[in-house]
T-cell receptor, first 113, second 111 residues
Framework: KAGVTQTPRYLIKTRGQQVTLSCSPI?????VSWYQQTPGQGLQFLFE???????NKGNFPGRFSGRQFSNSRSEMNVSTLELGDSALYLC????????????FGSGTRLTVV | GQQLNQSPQSMFIQEGEDVSMNCTSS?????WLWYKQEPGEGPVLLIA?????ELTSNGRLTAQFGITRKDSFLNISASIPSDVGIYFC???????????FGQGTRLTINP
């Protein structure tokens, strides 16, 4: 079966712009979580959605937001981009809420210039 | 917030050698997971541990959930070139929906 699909794979944006990243989970998976990966901070939890509801949120500013659609696809949005937002953004899906059976996508590499 | 201390940060070994890495924390975790990440890809789950003291193997990989629930280790036996990558431990706190990740161990193998 198809894995977790993240689009786009690479993105270059300018400071102050906003960006939307997309994640299509494994068919049948209803939980989608987002993580930010940077060399300095490592992998950090952004938020989790289950059945279109945000279940948990990490310690990120309000510029980071997300949503989940009825087909379980999820998007995350970052507004007013800063240089420090440059990172690999990873999406993981699971058949139930929580990290059980997490499968990660290949990520979207965001570069802010 | 919760932190996982993963060591070593990097390892340079010869093919065929055994590898050992570990994670410790001041917090008690309900679940320990070990992932491997290769360049350009997301982390791939290697082993999941759900009970204190549990010892689980996956081929040449063996991981254990510490009895205190505050630590875990991963061993790789008879390393091969495809073992190269970054290995992450991750812990889940009881009742939490997120994973807390270690900083990773970068494994390099000399053929």
């Amino acid at each position: 079966k198809a894995g977790v699909t993240q689009t786009p794979r690479y993105l270059i944006k300018t400071r102050g712009q906003q960006v939307t990243l997309s994640c299509s989970p494994i068919s049948g998976h209803r939980s989608v979580s987002w993580y930010q990966q940077t060399p300095g901070q490592g992998l950090q939890f952004l938020f989790e959605y289950f059945s279109e509801t945000q279940r948990n949120k990490g310690n990120f500013p309000g510029r980071f937001s997300g949503r989940q659609f009825s087909n379980s696809r999820s998007e995350m949005n970052v507004s007013t981009l800063e240089l420090g937002d440059s990172a690999l953004y990873l999406c993981a899906s699971s058949s139930r809420t929580g990290p059980y059976g997490y499968t990660f996508g290949s990520g979207t590499r965001l570069t802010v210039v | 917030g919760q932190q996982l201390n993963q060591s070593p940060q990097s390892m340079f070994i010869q093919e065929g050698e055994d590898v050992s890495m570990n994670c410790t924390s001041s917090s008690i975790f309900n679940t320990w997971l070990w992932y491997k990440q290769e360049p350009g890809e997301g982390p791939v789950l290697l082993i999941a541990l759900y009970k204190a003291g549990e010892l689980t193997s996956n081929g040449r990989l063996t991981a254990q959930f510490g009895i205190t629930r505050k630590d875990s280790f991963l061993n790789i036996s008879a390393s091969i070139p495809s073992d190269v990558g970054i290995y992450f431990c991750a812990g889940q706190l009881k009742g939490a929906q997120k994973l807390v990740f270690g900083q990773g161990t970068r494994l390099t193998i000399n053929p």
